[in-house]
């Protein structure tokens, strides 16, 4: 028997089993939690080190180089990139996805410690190591721009 026979013929049945997929269906989608920005979280740690006073081939030279020297040795490394700056040397390191960032940052401390003796004695601060979390990051950035005073500006951005 076909099932448009069986509708025509046991209504009642196929009633009860819409009725039974309706309720698990809307019960089931009250436990389903869904989130517009799952948790990712890409294993990305930076160093800053400020060298004031310093050219960008200076920092490259003194700072950055010694440090990626050091730093590429880190089993799990997927990317090492930097960048020199005026008086500022920031080196980004990307790992893969099945490295524990709470393991190989100690790993990071420990080749920092070790590229020290590498670097300029009259460095003002040692290098910052910091994670970088993609989730704590603005999702939009907004500016406004207006002959209006700042007062007004204020109050209409707050609107």
């Known amino acids: 028997m076909n099932i448009a026979k069986l509708a025509i013929n046991r209504p009642v049945f196929i009633t009860s089993i819409v009725a039974i997929i309706i309720i698990l269906g809307s019960i089931s989608f009250s436990d389903v939690s869904v989130e517009m920005l799952p948790d990712m979280s ?20 003194l700072i950055t180089n ?5 730093l590429g040795t880190i089993s799990g490394i997927k990317h090492l ?3 020199s700056k005026e008086g500022l040397s920031i080196i980004t390191i990307e ?3 099945d490295v524990d960032i709470d393991k ?4 990071v401390r420990d080749k920092i ?5 590498n670097l300029p004695d009259d460095i003002s601060d040692d290098p910052v190591i910091s994670k ?5 990051q603005s ?21």
């Open 42 to 61: 890409f294993p990305t740690m930076s160093i800053t080190t400020i060298y004031s006073g310093s050219s960008p081939v200076e920092i490259e030279q």
């Open 81 to 83: 990139s930097s960048e």
């Open 132 to 136: 970088i979390d993609f989730n704590a």
């Open 104 to 107: 190989v940052s100690q790993d």
């Open 139 to 159: 999702v939009i950035r907004l500016a406004l721009i207006s002959d209006l005073s700042s007062e007004k500006m204020y109050d209409l951005a707050k609107i």
């Open 95 to 97: 790992f893969n996805m």
């Open 113 to 117: 410690n070790v590229a020290k003796n």
């Open 66 to 70: 010694p440090l990626e020297d050091e």
